[in-house]
C-alpha cells in the first residue's frame, strides 16, 4: 500500500510570494496534520484536520492555513513568505478514531527554500 | 506542554542493544509516549508506543517507569539501518474525538559503528 505522499518534494520562492503544498494521506486514513521541520530542530505542529475540519492549530500566524478535502487530501497554504519559512514541511495521516490508541505516519516532506 | 529530556547523541556498536532514555517528569495521566526516529532527508517513521504498560514490536521495545516520568527505548540488536534521530514525544490530547497532536523536541542522534 501506499505510504504518504506530498508534492512537490523541493521548492524555491522569494520573499513575499505564496506557497501552497499537497498532501495525499495513507488509503483509509480520515485525519491529516502538518508540521514545519527547520534545520536541526525537530517538527513543530502546524494543522490537523479531521473530516474537513480543523482540530488543532500550533503557535503559526495566521500566513498559514489550510484545508482538507473529501478525498482527505490536505493542502498547506502559506502567504507572505519570510525567509524562516525556509523548511521541511512534513505531512502525517491517521485514522483518528475516538477511544483507539492512535498513532501518526509521515510522509517524505516538501523542502521549501525561501530566498 | 509537557516536555521530554532526551541526550543530545549517543553510540552504540553494531549488533550490541541500545537504551534510549527519555525524561517527561511533567507527564499527564493521559499522554501517551511515543517514540519516533528520522533518517537524514526522510520524515519521520513511527517506532513504538505506549500509555503505562512496557510495550513490545518487531522494531524495539519501550520500558515505561512505574511513576511515568521517565521511559526508555531499547533496540535489541543495533545495526547501521538504525543510525538515525530518536524523538521521544508526549501525544498531548484535545478535548473530544480524539484529536491530538505530537510535540517534537530535538531528539537523540544515535550513531551507529560498525
Known amino acids: 500500500d501506499a505510504g504518504v505522499t506530498q508534492s512537490p518534494t523541493h521548492l524555491i520562492k522569494t520573499r513575499g510570494q505564496h506557497v501552497t503544498l499537497r498532501c495525499s494521506p495513507i488509503?483509509?486514513?480520515?485525519?491529516v496534520s502538518w508540521y514545519q521541520q527547520v534545520l536541526g530542530q525537530g517538527p513543530q505542529f502546524i494543522f490537523q484536520y479531521y473530516e474537513k475540519e480543523e482540530r488543532g492549530r500550533g503557535n503559526f500566524p495566521d500566513r498559514f492555513s489550510a484545508r482538507q478535502f473529501p478525498n482527505y487530501s490536505s493542502e498547506l497554504n502559506v502567504n507572505a513568505l519570510l525567509l524562516g519559512d525556509s523548511a521541511l514541511y512534513l505531512c502525517?495521516?491517521?485514522?483518528?478514531?475516538?477511544?483507539?490508541?492512535?498513532?501518526?505516519?509521515f510522509g517524505p516532506g516538501t523542502r521549501l527554500t525561501v530566498l | 506542554d509537557a516536555k521530554t529530556t532526551q541526550p543530545n547523541s549517543m553510540e552504540s556498536n553494531e549488533e550490541e542493544p541500545v537504551h534510549l532514555p527519555c525524561n517527561h517528569s511533567t507527564i499527564s495521566g493521559t499522554d501517551y509516549i511515543h517514540w519516533y526516529r528520522q533518517l537524514p532527508s526522510q520524515g519521520p517513521e513511527y517506532v513504538i508506543h505506549?500509555?503505562?504498560s512496557n510495550v513490545n514490536n518487531r522494531m524495539a521495545s519501550l520500558a515505561i517507569a512505574e511513576d511515568r516520568k521517565s521511559s526508555t527505548l531499547i533496540l535489541h540488536r543495533a545495526t547501521l539501518r538504525d543510525a538515525a534521530v530518536y524523538y521521544c514525544?508526549?501525544?498531548?490530547?484535545?478535548?473530544?474525538?480524539?484529536?491530538?497532536?505530537?510535540?517534537f523536541g530535538k531528539g537523540t542522534k544515535l550513531s551507529v559503528i560498525p
Open positions: 502525517a495521516s491517521s485514522l483518528l478514531l475516538a477511544g483507539i490508541s492512535d498513532t501518526q505516519y
Open positions: 514525544i508526549l501525544r498531548l490530547e484535545y478535548s473530544g474525538a480524539g484529536s491530538y497532536q505530537l510535540t
Open positions: 488509503s483509509g486514513h480520515k485525519s
Open positions: 505506549g500509555l503505562t
